[in-house]
């Protein structure tokens, strides 16, 4: 083989590489967001995300409007709404969209609705305790009490949101007035009895 031969053989198959990879990036992009909320509003799999989302104490009614994106009711999922007793917020955190189009596009696909969850979740401990918790309540029909373990799921799931993968947070639970502080894995390093206020003084509800 003449040496002009010998360097141009590495050059072509760099071009090659390259190509490849402008076509898969190219295929990646026509991925849209529209394209997922479409998917995602497929009767099949809008039953498959309702269903999964009432067994974890989120209220799908708003959500069953075809006009409704299935993309919202996933990040509702991972990520919750301001809980009804959070007076004070100082800064509302957009939600990590990229997680909510990555467990998206794995349902469309085929994933199981629950294995897609996974990496959109809260991965707190407390939380997962909280989802047996909602559904032993369920099958004992205890509504009630169902409902008030479906507002700290929710509330978990706002604290997902807020903390931004912090690698540390503080937790006041003001009705059992104690705190807790724990890293980004929601393991508990800190627990401590507070003073709280009472009914005619209560302390607000906050988030900062």
């Not at 509302?92 to 909510?100: C, G, H, M, R, T």
């Not at 349902?107 to 559904?135: F, S």
């Not at 949101?161 to 006041?172: F, G």
Request: aromatic content about 8%; hydrophobic content about 35%.
């Amino acid at each position: 083989m003449n040496r002009p031969l010998r360097y141009l053989i590495p050059i072509l198959l760099c071009i090659s590489l390259i190509t490849s990879c402008k076509k898969k990036y190219e295929k990646a992009s026509e991925r849209t967001d529209e394209a997922l909320k479409q998917e995602l509003n497929e009767e099949e799999v809008r039953a498959k995300l309702v269903e999964y989302a009432q067994k974890k104490g989120i209220e799908t009614e708003t959500f069953t409007d075809p006009e409704a994106s299935g993309f919202a009711l996933l990040s509702e999922i991972g990520f919750g709404h301001k809980p009804k007793y959070m007076k004070y917020v100082e800064k509302v955190q957009p939600i990590d969209s990229a997680a909510v189009r990555m467990a998206g596009w794995s349902i469309v696909q085929g994933v199981d609705v629950a294995d897609a969850m996974k990496q959109l979740e809260p991965n707190y401990p407390a939380y997962d305790r909280l989802k047996q918790e909602y559904t032993r309540l369920l099958t004992e029909n205890k509504s009630d009490s169902a409902q008030w373990v479906a507002e700290s799921l929710n509330a978990y799931r706002w604290i997902h949101r807020q903390a931004k993968k912090s690698s540390r947070l503080v937790l006041v639970n003001i009705r059992g007035a104690y705190l807790v502080g724990m890293d980004s894995s929601g393991k508990v390093d800190l627990k401590m009895r507070v003073v709280a206020g009472k009914k005619d003084k209560a302390t607000p509800g906050m988030d900062t």
